[in-house]
């Protein structure tokens, strides 16, 4: 079946700008996933939802980033002013309630210029 | 706070040659521990997790508590098993993986 797929791949943006990113679950996953993964390092929590609430966000590294899944399967992350920091690879991924195993998306890379 | 630290960035072996890719991780619960890989241009994916005991492309990994290791082995490697390596712990509520930041392993002819 699909996996879980990552709107854009790529996507470049000016400082100061706004961007969004999507994510599509695996059909039937309640529990969604975001990390960020910077050049050199592994990747890192940002938001955890179970079904359309967000479960934890103590990954959210300021008020600049925000994530919405209105209706329990797509997701969107935001990202308000960004800056050249801000530029990473941002991963998507999945799960069945209660399961540990996560399934993992191709990831949007985000450069902020 | 939990951590998992891979001191080794890159490992790079011949060909038939044993691998350990080392894994320490600190975390004050009863730790679940997986090891991820990416090959290249493709998506991180699990390849086992301690829970399950099992080998998987050759490859076992144990959870040693008194060492709080969880190293990654595997008796001959194959070139098709370069990739990035990353070893993870999970929380106790399910809700977050820390990731390690990983280890390249080159395997030449």
């Known amino acids: 079946g699909a996996g879980v797929s990552q709107t854009p791949s790529n996507k470049v943006t000016e400082k100061g700008k706004y961007v969004e990113l999507r994510c599509d679950p695996i059909?039937?996953?309640?529990?969604l996933y975001w990390y960020r993964q910077s050049l050199g390092q592994g990747p890192e929590f940002l938001i955890y939802?179970?079904?359309?609430?967000?479960?934890?966000d103590s990954g959210l590294p300021n008020d600049r980033f925000f994530a919405v899944r209105p209706e329990g399967s797509v997701s969107t992350l935001k990202i308000q002013r960004t800056e050249r920091g801000d530029s990473a690879v941002y991963l998507c991924?999945?799960?069945?309630?209660?399961?540990?195993?996560?399934?993992f998306g191709p990831g949007t890379r985000l450069t902020v210029t | 706070a939990q951590r998992v630290t891979q001191p080794e960035k890159l490992l790079s072996v011949f060909k038939g040659a044993p691998v350990e890719l080392k894994c320490n991780y600190s975390?004050?619960?009863?730790?679940?521990l997986f090891w991820y890989v990416q090959y290249s241009r493709q998506r991180l994916q699990l390849l086992l997790r301690?829970?399950s005991r099992e080998s998987i492309k050759g490859f076992t990994a144990d959870l040693n508590k008194g060492e709080t290791s969880f190293h990654l082995k595997k008796p001959f490697a194959q070139e098709e098993d370069s990739a990035m390596y990353y070893c993870?712990?999970?929380?106790?509520?399910?809700?977050?993986?820390?990731f390690g930041k990983g280890t390249m392993l080159l395997v030449s002819p």
């Open positions: 991924a999945s799960s069945l309630i209660g399961r540990a195993e996560q399934y």
């Open positions: 993870a712990l999970m929380n106790s509520g399910y809700s977050t993986l820390t």
């Open positions: 975390y004050s619960g009863s730790p679940e």
């Open positions: 059909s039937g996953h309640t529990a």
């Open positions: 939802f179970q079904g359309t609430g967000a479960a934890d």
């Open positions: 301690h829970i």
